[in-house]
């Protein structure tokens, strides 16, 4: 479990990156190729955290309980306090931090309101949020690149694909 805490700090360090790469003007300008900038997307990722949160209290995480539209996704500032919160909440062992079975709801239909509960774990569900923080980075770094903000390149690419690059000498 503590390998999973240190991955997770991991991605919550990059999200922390591209936040202060982005801050000012650029943090919620919609990228031209689709409404989300850079802000709704780490208000997104941020959501996930939260509700991973809430839902160790009483063993169900329901990723559709989020807060869309909060003002995270326009004020940088209170990501970058939301996010060291998360980073030092990972980084101390707790008790809801053990393995241990949850359930997990989520909505699975496109086309209408249909909610499944599973059953997963704890380490499932922190290896499910570090693959979720890098696909939203991977987004949000392309709208970084397109308002021409500097962002490291490591950021955004799957464990894996950083693994393969690596191993090219990239």
Known sequence: MKQLREATVEALLQVQQLVIASEGKYYNQPSIHSESGIGKHIRHILDHFLAFQQGLINDHI?????????????????????????????????????????????????????????????????????????????????????????????????????TYLRQQGH
């Open 62 to 162: 329901d990723y559709n309980s989020r807060h869309r539209d909060s003002e995270i996704e326009n004020d940088a500032g209170l990501a970058l306090q939301l996010i060291k919160q998360l980073i030092e909440w990972f980084k101390q062992p707790h008790a809801e931090l053990k393995e241990r079975a949850v359930k997990v709801e989520s909505e699975i239909s496109l086309k209408q309101q249909q909610n499944m509960l599973f059953d997963s774990s704890l380490s499932r569900e922190l290896c499910y949020l570090i693959n979720h923080t890098v696909h939203h980075l991977a987004y949000a770094k392309l709208v970084a690149k397109e308002l021409d903000i500097q962002v490291d390149e490591v950021i955004g690419i799957a464990p894996g694909t950083a």
